[in-house]
């Protein structure tokens, strides 16, 4: 059985349930207050027909009765509306906050691999501004519904009441106008869709300029990205004006078919009028409340744009909230390991790649000592890293902490027992301070031995707020030098039993790779040092180098003794030294 097209749209609609349902108790006084306001619409043809009826004819009426009753209708409806859209408004925030929450924990708790797939301008889109989009439109098209729906309601039954007959012709053009609203939403979702598509790409767009502008700049591709940019606003403009335009369809031609039947009810409510014998006044406020509900019928026939658009946005909001979670394998905790690693036949195979990562390799990692990992780019070695931290599960092999298959310890556990300083640094619009104690309680007196031990400490006392000075984004504000050596302090102030750094000094000057060389000194021995480098002269130290080549190891030993061997490490050592 070919299911409905509305099943989908039910579907996204029941995801937004978990962040509308903890509104319900203010929801309900909502829709309270807005029957209340309703209840207040058949007063008004209601007033007009005793106003030019009986207050007419029988027995006249004060000038001042007519002030005060006006002024208390819409006195008792601004009153219940206000408290209406209140609670409305109360009720959105809330819900856009989680929802906001929960794609960030989402995000969070995705796996290592979505990360590739992400991209970042769309995924700040996505957080931040798609769930203000979505609950925004479908709250308005909710708070429509009531503020026009409920009233449309309460005159249609007035209308009922006072004459069924004509009434129910009036609603035979009702079909009519649900074919062609039906139609036009089909088109209206269509290109809601490709709008969709055009402001990510847009978002996109500016995010890899906004990043990448020291690139752009030095390939002089500033007319290149104009013009880049220029084509996709046009796209995107485009498949607004498409949407809009046959959103905009809809209301004419609802409004066309309403006409039509409003001058045959018209005309045979005259002309019920006349053969009764009936007054002005009866026709008067018939015509009155019809104008009325067709008003309020008009309103409700523009919502399929808003809660289209708003379905549109959230199927990309729930890519993110559906994205896979990183699998917890282990449970076992590790309080603190003394930082012994072995990998034993450690097969791994990204997806899609021709040949495995790692080819049963088996590493030896002692506790307390200094280990090197060289070799040319795609040898391994940061493949090395992302199963150490768990970031992936080997294919084939175990890795060991202690003795311990990692396999078994819980990520946070596995984590804890390392700091990293990546060859790609990433800091935090926070203070150096902030960036330095991420995540842990702040201590200035470790800030201080730290920043000390990564040369940072005599440039920090220069800034105008010290510790507390602001970094800027990823570090705007710092050199290159300064970013790295802002992660090292990060990475010792950690003071985990393991340390990695991969290619952690590639962007200092000799005199700062030199005291930072020093200060990693004084922990060797104490410390499980993990070095990845590119330049030979940084690992030259190290109680053993591992030297990789296409994920298999080609050779072990100290520089001397590997340089005896005249192998591998000693050409690469000579090449650097050409």
């Known amino acids: ?257 309403a006409s039509v039947g409003l001058s045959f009810i018209v005309a045979l409510a005259i002309h019920q009028t006349r053969q009764a014998g009936g007054g002005a006044e009866e026709f008067l406020a018939y015509f009155a409340a019809l ?26 909001c729930l890519e993110l909230l559906d994205c896979e979670p990183e699998q917890e394998q282990g449970r076992a905790t590790l309080k603190s390991a003394k930082g012994d690693l072995q990998l034993e036949q450690v097969t791994l195979r990204y997806p899609g790649a021709e040949r495995p990562a790692l080819d049963a390799l088996s590493l030896s990692i002692p506790a307390g000592c200094t280990t090197a990992l060289v070799g040319a780019s795609g040898a391994g070695k940061s493949s090395v890293v992302h199963l150490l931290l768990g970031f992936a599960a080997p294919d084939q092999g175990r890795i060991t902490l202690d003795g311990l298959d990692i396999a078994t310890l819980s990520r946070a556990s596995l984590r804890q027992q390392f700091a990293v300083v990546s060859q790609d640094i990433v800091l935090f619009d926070s203070s150096v301070a902030g960036n330095i104690a991420y995540a842990q309680p702040r201590d200035d ?23 507390d000075t602001p970094v800027g984004t990823n570090g705007s504000k710092l050199s290159g030098g300064q970013r790295q050596r802002l992660a090292i302090a990060r990475a010792l102030y950690k003071d985990a039993p393991v340390w990695i750094f991969d290619e952690a000094t590639s962007a200092l000057d000799s005199d700062s790779e030199r005291a930072v060389q020093q200060a990693l000194e004084q922990w060797q021995g104490k410390k499980t040092l993990i070095v990845i480098a590119h330049r030979l002269s940084t690992v030259r130290h190290a109680d053993c180098i591992h030297v990789l080549g296409h994920g298999r190891l080609l050779e072990s030993g100290t520089h001397e003794a590997l340089m005896a061997q005249s192998g591998v490490y000693a050409g690469l050592v000579l090449m650097q030294h050409e």
Request: hydrophobic content about 50%.
């Open 445 to 467: 007196a470790r800030l201080e031995q730290v920043l000390r031990a990564a040369a940072l400490w005599d440039f920090v006392q220069t800034l105008p707020q010290g510790l």
């Open 1 to 257: 059985m070919t299911p409905s097209p509305s099943e989908p749209r039910r579907h996204l609609l029941r995801r937004l349930l978990p962040f509308v349902r903890p509104q319900r108790n203010a929801l309900v006084l909502m829709v309270l207050a807005f029957v209340a306001v309703a209840a207040t619409e058949p007063a008004i043809p209601a007033l007009v027909k005793y106003v030019f009826g009986p207050g007419f004819r029988e027995k006249p009426f004060a000038i001042w009765w007519v002030p005060v009753v006006l002024i208390g209708l819409f006195a008792v409806r601004g009153a219940f509306g206000f408290l209406g859209q209140y609670l409305f408004h109360r009720s959105i925030t809330r819900s856009v906050m989680l929802m906001r929450q929960a794609m960030m924990d989402a995000l969070l708790r995705a796996d290592a691999s979505v990360y590739t797939r992400l991209q970042s301008g769309a995924t700040v889109a996505k957080v931040v501004n798609d769930p203000q989009q979505i609950i925004s439109l479908l709250g308005a098209s909710a708070m429509a519904v009531l503020r026009d729906g409920l009233p449309a309601i309460g005159i249609l039954l007035w209308l009922l009441w006072t004459n069924w007959q004509l009434t129910l012709m009036a609603l035979v053009v009702t079909p009519a106008m649900g074919y062609v609203v039906r139609r036009i939403n089909h088109r209206v979702k269509r290109m809601a869709d490709r709008n969709y598509d055009a402001q990510i790409h847009l978002v996109n767009k500016v995010d890899d300029v906004t990043r990448a502008w020291r690139v752009v700049r030095s390939f002089d591709a500033v007319d290149y990205e104009r013009q880049e940019f220029a084509q996709l606003t046009q796209e995107a403009q485009r498949s607004a004006l498409k949407t809009a335009a046959a959103a905009a369809l809809g209301q004419p031609l609802s409004q066309l078919m």
């Open 291 to 316: 104008l009325l509900l067709i008003s309020r019928l008009r309103h409700l026939s523009d919502l399929m744009q808003p809660i289209t658009t708003a379905l549109s946005v959230l199927k990309g």
